[in-house]
């Protein structure tokens, strides 16, 4: 029984520290964005931000994501650019 739980320890500590080393994060919007919120994985660069950008919300700073229900979140996640691209030259279809 002692084994058992040394194990379930063991895993249990190995998720929550693992999870942490690959933080995400979100960066803040501006009143007057389409969301509050926009999460973003992986290091903070330029390239993120634009996303966020894209998907309409216009970066004041950083911040951990916050878990509140009502708090509007959008995600850099989807290329927006990328997919308005391809939507206007009929690969991919609404």
């Known amino acids: 029984m002692k084994k058992f739980f040394a194990i379930v320890f063991t895993l249990t ?3 929550t520290v ?3 080393v690959y933080a995400d994060g979100c960066y803040i919007c501006a009143s ?9 994985k992986g290091s903070d660069t330029f390239d993120q931000r634009k996303k966020c950008e ?4 216009k970066v004041t700073g ?3 994501c916050s878990t509140a229900a009502n708090v509007k979140v ?4 989807l290329d ?3 997919i308005d691209e391809m939507l206007a030259q009929g690969e991919i279809k609404k």
């Open 13 to 15: 500590l190995f998720v």
């Open 18 to 20: 693992s999870s942490q």
């Open 32 to 40: 007057g964005s389409s969301c509050q919120q926009c999460k973003y």
């Open 54 to 57: 894209a998907a309409g919300c």
């Open 62 to 64: 950083t911040a951990s």
């Open 74 to 77: 959008c995600s850099a996640k």
């Open 80 to 82: 927006k650019l990328k």
